[in-house]
């Protein structure tokens, strides 16, 4: 089976600007989760898509959000970019709980 | 609040010696705990897993040991090879009914030796 992947792979964006990144599963995995990884935060939690629905949420600002499709494939979004969102972002995909297998994530840089 | 904390942030072994890195967890329901490897600029990798019905599976040199009532987990390496240096990260989840939040330790930074 494919792995997980994420496109695009880097991005530069400046202060104010939106962004979104896109987030493809491993065939027959329902579940996709997204952390951001920065040097002095480590791995965070941002949210969880299952069968369309959010399902669980980490402490975020709501500038950042997203959505699942149908077909399993999702999306975050992030309005409003701030310095400080200046991050690795990753997906994982999950068949139903436990196990989550990671993407090579989406290197946001914000100018 | 749910919090991982992991210990030691840095680990210095020679070849063919044991490394341990150690976890404890704040949420008494976590039920789901996994070890992720996690080499310069790729993705985190799955190593191995452990859930709360176990207190102990190995995987060849790799061991993952867990105490529910002390809330510590911990990951065992045996005959470390160079090509085992890489970031280590624990997480805990509450893995019930696809409840897929898991909550990173801070890293262990291993680096192998020859």
């Known amino acids: 089976k494919a792995g997980v992947t994420q496109t695009p792979r880097y991005l530069i964006k400046t202060r104010g600007q939106q962004v979104t990144l896109s987030c493809s599963p491993i065939?027959?995995?329902?579940?996709v989760s997204w952390y951001q990884q920065t040097p002095g935060q480590g791995l965070q939690f941002l949210f969880e898509?299952?069968?369309?629905?959010?399902?669980n949420k980490g402490n975020f600002p709501g500038r950042f959000s997203g959505r699942q499709f149908s077909n399993s494939r999702s999306e975050m979004n992030v309005s409003t970019l701030e310095l400080g969102d200046s991050a690795l972002y990753l997906c994982?995909?999950?068949?139903?709980?436990?196990?989550?297998?990671f993407g090579p994530g989406t290197r946001l840089t914000v100018l | 609040g749910e919090n991982v904390e992991q210990h030691p942030s840095t680990l210095s072994v020679q070849e063919g010696d044991s490394a341990v890195i150690k976890c404890t967890y704040s949420?008494?329901?976590?039920?789901?705990f996994p070890w992720y490897k996690q080499e310069l600029g790729k993705r985190p990798q799955l190593i191995i897993d452990?859930?709360?019905?176990?207190g102990e599976k190995k995987d060849q040199r790799i061991a993952v040991t867990l105490n529910k009532t002390a809330k510590h987990f911990s990951l065992h390496i045996t005959e470390t090879q160079p090509e085992d240096s890489a970031v280590y990260f624990c997480?805990?989840?509450?893995?019930?009914?696809?409840?897929?939040?898991?909550?990173f330790g801070a890293g262990t930074r291993l680096a192998v030796h020859p």
């Open positions: 898509y299952f069968s369309e629905t959010q399902r």
């Open positions: 994982a995909s999950s068949p139903v709980g436990y196990e989550q297998f």
């Open positions: 065939s027959g995995h329902r579940s």
């Open positions: 452990i859930r709360s019905n176990v």
């Open positions: 997480a805990a989840s509450k893995a019930s009914g696809g409840y897929n939040k898991l909550i």
């Open positions: 949420d008494s329901a976590s039920n789901y």
